[in-house]
């Protein structure tokens, strides 16, 4: 083979290599993802949407979402199109700063509020440095990610970035996803007395509930009710030291036949829905 045909050799293997990657990512898979990572005594998922976009919800109280997130996106993604943070509690916050470092963010979104705290400054920092577009929650809104797939923010419901916080999880962001007929709702460390502030404005059914706040007692059993979820995701570290989750919210999910999956006995678990099932793996 001379220098020529090994030129030749070499350009039509780029241009095939680069035909099959425009393929794959033109032919994304019409399921939409959803897994929260175990990741301890934290929070942190990962909605892998129908149209190849990607959002990560909190970010684990230390780095050890990278591996797990690395292995979800593959090697040759390196872009998240949205990074939602709850509340700026360290349990949901760590991770996401280094996140931010290693990947190409388009928008982050969060509440806003003023909260002392080193981690918190430096998510900020970076943020900033990393310019992505950067939101500060001041009203519910819908987001349309595709056809029939839609991301709602039901709280917060106004500016509260300006006001005085004495409990920051009752500042957590709360979330919904719907892709036709199944939906998720997403509640960060929110306590009873924020889910009875949305709790009126209807529309909290969901078929997966991310129970608020590791499954503690601040859970209310009416929002529960209300929501009356096929599946609860409790994401918890395995013999913590504040009795997550706790008995009685256990049993106000068992009452009206809610499956229950926790990250302390299942690790990582994953949804899959074309918009009409709804499937689980762990």
Do not use: C
Not at 7 to 36: A, D, H, P, Q, R
Not at 45 to 61: H, W
Request: proline share 2%; aromatic share 10%.
């Amino acid at each position: 083979m001379n220098k020529w045909q090994k030129i030749y050799l070499f350009f039509g293997i780029v241009i095939i290599l680069i035909t099959v990657f425009l393929f794959i990512k033109n032919n994304v898979s019409k399921k939409l993802e959803v897994i929260f990572f175990d990741v301890g005594q934290g929070d942190s998922a990962l909605i892998k949407t129908p149209y190849g976009q990607d959002i990560v919800i909190d970010g684990s109280p230390d780095n050890s979402v990278l591996e797990k997130l690395s292995s979800r996106l593959g090697f040759w993604n390196n872009d998240i199109e949205l990074m939602i943070l709850t509340h700026p509690h360290e349990d949901h916050l760590t991770g996401l700063i280094e996140i931010i470092r290693r990947y190409d963010v388009e928008r982050i979104m969060y509440s806003g509020i003023d909260y002392d705290s080193i981690i918190y400054k430096t998510f900020l920092e970076e943020a900033e440095r990393e310019g992505a577009e950067i939101i500060v929650i001041d009203k519910k809104q819908r987001i349309k990610l595709g056809d029939n797939l839609y991301f709602d923010i039901l709280y917060p419901e106004k500016d509260i970035s300006k006001e005085v916080h004495k409990n920051v999880n009752n500042t957590s962001v709360i979330s919904r996803l719907a892709y036709g007929d199944k939906s998720f709702l997403f509640m960060g460390d929110a306590e009873r007395e924020e889910e009875l502030e949305i709790i009126d404005n209807g529309g909290l059914e969901s078929d997966v509930l991310k129970l608020a706040h590791h499954g503690s007692k601040t859970n209310d059993e009416n929002f529960i009710n209300i929501v009356s979820p096929e599946y609860a995701v409790i994401s918890v570290g395995e013999d913590n030291k504040f009795g997550h989750p706790n008995i009685g919210v256990l049993n106000m999910l068992n009452k009206i036949g809610t499956k229950i999956f926790r990250t302390d006995a299942y690790g990582d678990i994953s949804f899959f829905s074309d918009g009409v099932g709804l499937g689980v793996v762990y």
